[in-house]
T-cell receptor
Framework: DAGVTQSPTHLIKTRGQQVTLRCSPK?????VSWYQQALGQGPQFIFQ???????QRGNFPDRFSGHQFPNYSSELNVNALLLGDSALYLC????????????FGSGTQLSVL | GDSVTQMEGPVTLSEEAFLTINCTYT??????LFWYVQYPGEGLQLLLK?????DKGSNKGFEATYRKETTSFHLEKGSVQVSDSAVYFC????????????FGQGTRLTINP
């Protein structure tokens, strides 16, 4: 049983560009959230999706947007990239309404030059 | 808002030494508390959790007790191994299955043989 899978594993972009990161949740999970982990820092919650809608959002600008598909997979889009967007982006999944732990993917390392 | 503060790192110990990593939190209500571990190149893994005051979470020889009076959740292990080398994160959420976690900044632990 595959866990949470993220793609790509690494990505290099330049300032002002746009990027899309992808996440497939663990089998049986329907809720996905995204986190940003800057170097040497703890992950910060970006937003959560279930039933194809954004349900909760952290303190991130509108440049960060997302999408969830009918198969529960998700995308994170970041527009107008800034140098400060360089970070490890983590996806986590769970089954809505359960008290199970979150499962995290290994992340996408984004470098903005 | 809610926040988590961990002891500054990095922490370097010899094998079989006693480990303590301090964690304090600020939250409204009665949060659930967690310790996550991040091994190089891997996603975050839940190490242990506690959901109410005086609960003790334990796993793989690690323990942490939910102390509401001191708003703390310190991680301890009696005898560390080289394989325990990783980054440890203290985190809280409003319930166990919640997608939104608030993380501390992480503590890098290195165990020397």
């Amino acid at each position: 049983d595959a866990g949470v899978t993220q793609s790509p594993t690494h990505l290099i972009k330049t300032r002002g560009q746009q990027v899309t990161l992808r996440c497939s949740p663990k089998s049986g999970h329907d809720t996905v959230s995204w986190y940003q982990q800057a170097l040497g820092q703890g992950p910060q919650f970006i937003f959560q999706y279930y039933e194809e809608e954004e349900r909760q959002r952290g303190n991130f600008p509108d440049r960060f947007s997302g999408h969830q598909f009918p198969n529960y997979s998700s995308e994170l889009n970041v527009n107008a990239l800034l140098l400060g967007d360089s970070a490890l982006y983590l996806c986590a999944s769970s089954r809505r309404g359960s008290n199970e732990k979150l499962f995290f993917g290994s992340g996408t390392q984004l470098s903005v030059l | 808002g809610d926040s988590v503060t961990q002891m500054e790192g990095p922490v370097t110990l010899s094998e079989e030494a006693f480990l303590t990593i301090n964690c304090t939190y600020t939250a409204t209500g009665y949060p659930s508390l967690f310790w996550y571990v991040q091994y190089p190149g891997e996603g975050l893994q839940l190490l242990l959790k506690a959901t109410k005051a005086d609960d003790k979470g334990s796993n793989k020889g690690f323990e942490a007790t939910y102390r509401k009076e001191t708003t703390s959740f310190h991680l301890e292990k009696g005898s560390v191994q080289v394989s325990d080398s990783a980054v440890y994160f203290c985190a809280l959420s409003d319930r166990v299955g919640a997608q939104k976690l608030v993380f501390g900044q992480g503590t890098r632990l290195t165990i020397n043989p």
